[in-house]
């Protein structure tokens, strides 16, 4: 290294110490080291939406990053800053999606009004601030919709953490909370005697998880802390087949009318739930076979423990969760609308391909993929959608889990000998066929685990967005 390299070297290593220091400076003079959840109604139809400040809560130590406080991914359908009132200066950003904002695309949201309770969770601050939500316009730019003086000092701001008593462990330590990506697991559906179960499942498909790019590599930047609430009849609520279960957390298969997806609604108890331990991120496990999932943006993921793909369902859905990674699937049918192919979506994996030269992933692709990529469409769509009309006709019929799990191994088996098979497979280009589109959007890749439920890795476009969340979270 030269002398002048040297001294640039150094300029640039102070002006990184300065700016590191200066954030640290910034979360001491606004922020306390506990997490304050700012917990609001969120009411409206398919036209309007509106809101309503509940309470905030102390929710534990603040065990996010105190040096990151700005969101640069801006992920979601929505976005939140807390904000200096007197300079409007951005202290702490987060982008999310809700279970309001997919409601409000059903058919049922153009008949009635829904309301659900949600929380955005930031540092405690120690002065009023001003919060502002922002949503997603008709071009995908953020567009603030509320605005609310949050007060610290407030008859209904509780500084006192919640004492519940419920029993909570480990699974994965590596170290300080405020510079790694905490998960915390909860399980629904599990009788005391069968917290042991409860642990099992939790191992396995929280290895199965890291058991996957860019997770596997990067284990030691993760802690995973796991919550137990026992409930006293095994399982949770099925309202499709009728068997009706009311547990700890609300897990319910049947939300929007879709018997597989796997939500809860009671927003208050999952995240008391959650309180006991430091976390950022969500999963929810629940002791059932039938299959069901679900993944919302910095909300939670949910999945079935016992189903023969609950591997799959576990990280899938934790793509969703964490990344705010697009279903790249298209052949089977959803309860909520799909994106439009008129506007390139926000999210990091599916693009509408507007322009091809402008690709939002071309520094992934090699100069010899063609854009858009070929690949054998007609002959996988064709044995893809047979399998869904079957798939319908299992659950018409009611027949036992064990007949779709055999019909999900047959699909499994051939499309992956199928995929295994096209020219472009392993290159990254752009393939038609994306985010419930069979046509006008594209996936990266010509498999991912947000396509098929072949046993496969993320595509590397999935990989590189992970990577930047969980950069987000520990550097
Ligand atoms: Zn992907």
């Not at 990184?16 to 400076?25: A, E, G, L, V």
């Not at 979506?345 to 990529?373: G, M, Q, R, V």
Request: with cysteine; proline share 6%; charged share 25%.
């Amino acid at each position: 290294m030269t002398n002048s390299t040297k001294s640039v070297f150094s300029l640039i290593l102070s002006i990184f110490i300065t700016i590191n220091s200066q954030s640290q400076i910034t979360f001491d003079k606004w922020f306390e080291g506990k997490t304050m959840r700012f917990d609001y109604f969120h009411s409206g139809n398919s036209l309007q939406e509106h809101f309503a400040a509940d309470r905030a809560l102390n929710d534990g130590a603040w065990s996010g990053s105190q040096t990151q406080l700005i969101d640069k991914l801006r992920y979601g359908l929505y976005f939140y800053e807390i904000s200096d009132p007197k300079t409007n200066t951005v202290l702490y950003s987060r982008g999310f999606a809700s279970i309001f904002g997919e409601w409000q695309t059903t058919p049922e949201a153009e008949q009635e009004w829904g309301t659900f309770h949600e929380s955005m969770r930031f540092p405690w601050p120690k002065q009023i601030v001003n919060l502002t939500l922002y949503k997603r316009d008709s071009r995908n730019e953020f567009q603030p919709i509320w605005n609310y003086a949050v007060n610290p000092e407030s008859i209904t701001a509780i500084p006192q953490p919640l004492v519940n008593g419920l029993k909570t462990w480990n699974y994965m330590n590596n170290g300080p909370s405020t510079e790694k990506v905490d998960i915390v697991v909860l399980g629904d559906g599990y009788t005391q005697d069968q917290m042991p179960k409860f642990a099992a499942d939790v191992k396995r498909l929280t290895e199965e998880l890291f058991n996957v790019e860019p997770f596997k590599s990067r284990r030691n930047e993760f802690n995973v802390w796991v919550v137990e609430t026992p409930c006293t009849t095994p399982g949770v609520n099925k309202p499709h087949p009728q068997e009706f279960n009311r547990t700890p957390l609300s897990l319910s298969y049947g939300a929007f009318d879709s018997e597989r997806y796997l939500l809860g609604f009671d927003n208050r108890a999952i995240r008391d739930a959650a309180s006991a331990v430091p976390y950022e991120f969500m999963c929810i496990i629940v002791n059932e076979r039938t299959y069901g999932g679900g993944g919302i943006y910095n909300l939670y993921a949910t999945t079935s423990a016992d189903n023969k793909f609950g591997d799959y369902i576990f990280v899938h859905e934790f793509g969703h969760h964490f990344a705010a990674l697009a279903d790249e699937y298209y052949t089977s049918a959803t309860s909520y609308e799909a994106p439009s192919i008129e506007l390139e979506p926000w999210e990091a994996n599916i693009t509408a391909l507007k322009d091809p030269k402008t690709l939002k992933w071309k520094h992934l692709t090699d100069p010899s993929t063609p854009i858009p990529t070929p690949w054998n469409k007609e002959d996988f769509d064709a044995f893809s959608y047979e399998i869904q009309r079957e798939r319908t006709k299992i659950r018409a019929e009611k027949k036992p889990e064990s007949v779709m799990e055999e019909l999900f191994e047959r699909e499994r088996t051939h499309e992956r000998e199928m995929i295994k098979k096209m020219e472009f497979t392993g290159k990254v280009g752009a393939f038609e066929g994306a985010g419930y589109q069979p046509k006008g959007l594209y996936r990266p890749e010509t498999d991912c685990i947000m396509f098929t439920r072949n046993r496969q890795a993320f595509c590397k476009v999935c990989q590189a967005a992970i990577a930047e969340v969980i950069d987000q979270y520990t550097k």
